[in-house]
């Protein structure tokens, strides 16, 4: 993960492709989160107060669009959305894919210590 992440325009869309049972995992996912809302997620996942990666503080910050709230580690610039109640309106393929990515991190991170 790089720290230039910082300086790139993180409401950018990006492209990729993924096998179909990928896809429809995610479809499914999509579907779960709007209906169960997001406030099923764990806190942890939603609004972490430190990185899964390196285990430092996150700090908060918005875009110029305004869109959304994020949060970034100014230690290994890992950066995710801050998933609040308000962000359930807009959820997509793309927040489920994203979601689910920060869960992955959290488990595959999980009981390492912080390194600075
Ligand atoms: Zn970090």
Not at 70 to 84: A, D, E, I, N
Request: with cysteine; net charge positive; glycine share 10%.
């Amino acid at each position: 993960m790089s720290t230039n992440l910082a300086l790139k325009d993180v409401e950018a869309y990006k492209t990729i492709k993924v096998p179909l049972w990928v896809y429809e995992n995610a479809k499914e996912a999509e579907l779960a989160l709007i209906k169960k809302g997001v406030t099923q997620i764990p806190g942890d996942v939603r609004e972490p107060q430190t990185c899964p990666i390196c285990k430092s503080g996150l700090e908060p910050f918005v875009t110029e669009k305004r869109a959304h709230e994020y949060l970034r580690c100014p230690h290994c610039g890992y950066t995710q959305q801050r998933f609040t109640d308000r962000s359930g309106e807009g959820i997509v393929l793309g927040t489920a894919i994203g979601m689910g990515l920060v869960y992955f991190l959290n488990g595959l991170f999980k009981g390492s210590t912080r390194h600075d």
